[in-house]
């Protein structure tokens, strides 16, 4: 039983035992890749500013820079999807990592020759390697089971919390080793960014084999075998086809959108009610510390309780959070919890959200549907992120958070409408929330099932 195209390679065999064993050994890759990627993105993202200011000339376009990273993280995520749909998650990410790649060596070369528009053709390469980051968390969910499927999502994002740390205090050294030579030392965490992304794209290529989706897909039962779709069409029309995907994909945007939005202007409120450089920091990092660090828990409630009930809980959270931050004026310590209040929320929400988005779509759909949320969550993002700037100049940082926090109606709202309306089906139900401990096709009798492709 097989979807795959057959490579001419031996097809290895692949049997119930052996899924948890394959299962580990995925998320183990998975994990090590997102340590290193999530370490190449922030190294040299934190200076994209000032290296847009210098070639530039002006600190006008100093924001165009991490824009342009934005948008080609966005722009990558269809082309990429629909690459993992025919070929498999491992060319995927090695393309997206090797992109990424070729995007800081443009960067360095356009900031040794001050050529602005080249940097930001750099930048949006360079983008392609968030998209690999991001896509990173679905490939993770390929193999394993319906009731883990969210903690496996978790784990892959709390892996982010290394780099996230990591990178930034990297910065200063890696613009140090290129002092005395014609490279700007801005541009030098550019440099080390290519080698990680390289070096992270040679370790998928490597080791993420089987791959997790292609063995996925021939292990599927007959009913979820069917022709891929590649392209926005096919994302867009499976969504269309259930409630919950719907559901999913708008809890993945709003909650990145509202957390976005609301971070990139919390500095500059900070900055107005006194606050130093060193505490504006401190904020910042426990903000990351609650996207990234307690993801497990996230996802362990989504696979415990629901994932709709952790859809409500990230409403909630990011409520709240908005209310503090709004609220809080030279109140640094409110802010400071508002702040991590709201990097809860947007883990809560990525967390439930991505698995509910897997759950609720067809085998041969999922990674077209995957590449339309990011396409959609960073597009989203990137247009929330653009108009805080506007409304915290003509309403202040408080209105801002109430518009945050009034995006997360509608998700609220489709999420009580979906649980009413469209439960999950009975015969998926076994007592574990609203999604159930259903019982996987993995966890039938695939004993001596050929995977066909997966080493291609």
Same mark, same amino acid.
């Given at each position: ?49 000032? /290296? ?38 491992? !060319? ?28 930001? %053709? ?37 892996? &982010? ?8 205090? %990297? ?42 989706? #292609? ?20 994302? $867009? ?22 957390? $976005? &939005?609301?971070?990139?202007?919390? !500095? ?10 060193? #505490? ?27 994932? %709709? ?7 909630? #959270? ?20 508002? #702040?991590?209040?709201?990097? /809860? ?10 698995? /509910? ?58 999420? %009580? ?23 996987? $096709? ?15």
């Amino acid at each position: 039983m097989s979807a795959a195209p057959d490579t001419g390679r031996p097809a290895p065999a692949v049997s119930a035992a052996d899924l948890p064993r394959l299962q580990r050994r995925t998320s183990g890759v998975l994990i090590a890749s997102q340590v290193l990627g999530g370490i190449g993105v922030p190294i040299s993202i934190a200076l994209a500013p000032v /290296l847009a200011t210098e070639v530039s000339g002006t600190e006008a376009m100093s924001g165009l820079a991490s824009t342009a990273a934005v948008i080609g993280t966005a722009l990558v995520s269809l082309p990429l999807a629909a690459l993992m749909t025919a070929r498999g998650r491992r !060319p995927g990410l090695v393309l997206a990592y090797a992109i990424g790649a070729a995007g800081a060596c443009l960067v360095v070369l356009a900031a040794t020759i001050k050529n602005f528009p080249l940097l930001l %053709l750099g930048m949006a390469a360079f983008g392609a390697a968030s998209s690999a980051n991001l896509q990173s968390r679905f490939a993770a969910a390929d193999l394993a089971a319906p009731d883990h499927r969210a903690r496996a999502i978790s784990l892959v994002v709390w892996a &982010s919390t290394i780099g996230a740390v990591l990178g930034p205090n %990297l910065s200063a050294p890696a613009s140090r080793s290129f002092a005395g030579t014609s490279i700007p030392q801005t541009a030098g965490p550019f440099v080390w960014a290519a080698a990680v992304f390289l070096l992270t794209g040679a370790l998928i290529a490597v080791l993420l084999r089987p791959d997790p989706l #292609l063995t996925a897909r021939a292990l599927a039962s007959p009913g979820e075998q069917g022709r891929a779709g590649h392209s926005l069409r096919a994302g $867009v029309a499976a969504v269309k086809a259930s409630p919950r995907a719907r559901l999913a994909l708008l809890t993945v945007a709003v909650s990145h959108t509202t957390m $976005v &939005s609301i971070m990139v202007m919390t !500095p500059m409120d900070l900055s107005h009610h006194g606050a130093g450089l060193e #505490l504006i920091g401190l904020v910042i990092s426990v903000h990351i510390a609650g996207m990234f660090a307690f993801s497990p828990v996230m996802g362990w409630l989504a696979d415990r309780l629901g994932r %709709l009930s952790v859809i409500g809980l990230a409403a909630g #959270l990011l409520s709240v959070a908005a209310l503090l931050a709004g609220t809080a004026g030279p109140h640094h310590g409110r802010t400071t919890l508002g #702040l991590f209040l709201l990097g /809860l929320g947007w883990s809560a929400g990525m967390v439930s959200g991505s698995a /509910l988005l897997t759950d609720s779509v067809p085998q041969p759909a999922r990674a077209a549907v995957q590449g339309l949320s990011d396409l959609t969550m960073n597009t989203a993002a990137g247009v929330g992120g653009a108009a805080s700037g506007l409304v915290m100049a003509q309403a202040g940082y408080g209105w801002l958070n109430a518009i945050g926090a009034a995006l997360l109606l509608p998700m609220a709202a489709l999420a %009580l409408f979906t649980a009413r309306r469209y439960p999950a089906p009975a015969k998926d139900l076994k007592g574990a929330g609203d999604e159930g401990r259903v019982t996987d $096709v993995q966890d039938t009798d695939v004993k001596g099932t050929d995977v066909k492709g997966t080493d291609a």
